[in-house]
């Protein structure tokens, strides 16, 4: 199974989602910690308590010389106790746990005479240390682990909180993809509409979609049938010219006068060339064609071929064989299109090939005047004439090239025009070696 790039929009929501999450558990956490940090469980404060209280009784009531002794037994790895003598300089109470120490107290009335202070030993947050006053004026001082929440466990309390949240949003995203999974095949519709070809697309997903989703396929539906009746007309209408057209050939043979009956001429196949034009625009969005193995070196090598025999100055350069999976017919036709400007323009046209991993570049060059710069992309709209030596495009409708751009684009490849650096025009046409998706 190839691994899919998730599309822009699942991933924006699925970022949108994450960070809605995160921002509510950091906020909520620190929230947490500010309001609850360093407040004592309840069991653990009367643990506290309790082994607080016998410590101070048990060491206040033996004599001096044992105290010692008896601090290090009664100490565990939780709870631990020291004897001083000499009482050191009391702390004053950390206003943190000031309610802690109100609490020992009041469970612990034997405390309350002691001046119990309490604070953080030695900075580390998770314990507690105090020292009381016994009554001959020595200390008792003790220390207790684990009594108030550390920094580490609200990271890991806020760690165990957020798995399960980046869970249950990698559940969403999933979801959510599945829910926009109709709007992928609704774009890869539109871009087979924009080739000439009808998708239609499964109508699923949430009611709005699948609203869109049959407003598509009515529309392309529609403008199908319109490109279809608009081409059955025109061919009716091409043919229905053509009866009448070579009646007037017929017709002119007649003419006695050489020179006008050759003027009629050039008139006649000037219209027929237009007629031909019109219909390879108009009908190229519906090429029945299908994309079949070709060589193209052969197509061209051909092309150049039936075009020397009829007296054009055409060269070809490029490899010999050059398989590849296309519409030949489309393809020479553009082709013809270009080489009939080449020879029109430049009275000559260099026809070469180029092969790399993934394209077929056929390049169409001639020694014509050119194209002004400001011009290039008005060139290639249907119907454009330019002024100046290109003034009339193929038969006269400035459809040659549009022709060549629509037939390249339908292939999935690439067409476009500059001017060589010394005289003249180049006409790059780039084709994929592998064939465009119908899907």
Known sequence: MIFKRPSALLTRIFGILLLAIVFEFAASTLFYERVARLQVREEEAHRLAEHLALGYRLVGSRPAAERIALAARISSDKFRFEWRKSPPPLPAIAPELRTMRDQIVQWEPTLARSDLRLYLAGGRGHVVAGIASLPDGSTVRFEAAHVVE???????????????????????????????????????????????????????????????????????????????????????AGHDLRTPLARLRLRSEAIADADLRKAIFGDLGEMEEMIESLLAYFGGETDPQPPVRVDLAVLIDTLVDEVRDLGGAVTYAGPRHAEMQLRPAAIKRALRNLVDNGLHYGGGADVSLRMTNDWAIIAVEDDGPGIPEDRMEEALRPFSRLDGARARNTAGLGLGLSIVERIVRSEGGDFRIANRSVRGLRAEIRLPLAPPKND
């Open 150 to 236: 550390s920094a580490s466990i609200a990271a890991n309390r806020f760690l165990l909180a957020i798995i399960p949240a980046v869970a249950l949003i990698i559940i969403a995203g999933l979801m959510i993809r599945r829910t926009l999974r109709p709007m992928g095949e609704l774009a890869r519709a539109a871009e087979a509409v924009g080739q000439g070809r009808e998708l239609l697309v499964e109508e699923r997903g949430p009611g709005e979609v699948r609203r869109v989703i049959r407003a598509f396929n009515a529309m392309q539906t529609r403008i199908h049938r319109l490109i279809a009746d608009r081409t059955q007309a025109l061919a009716a």
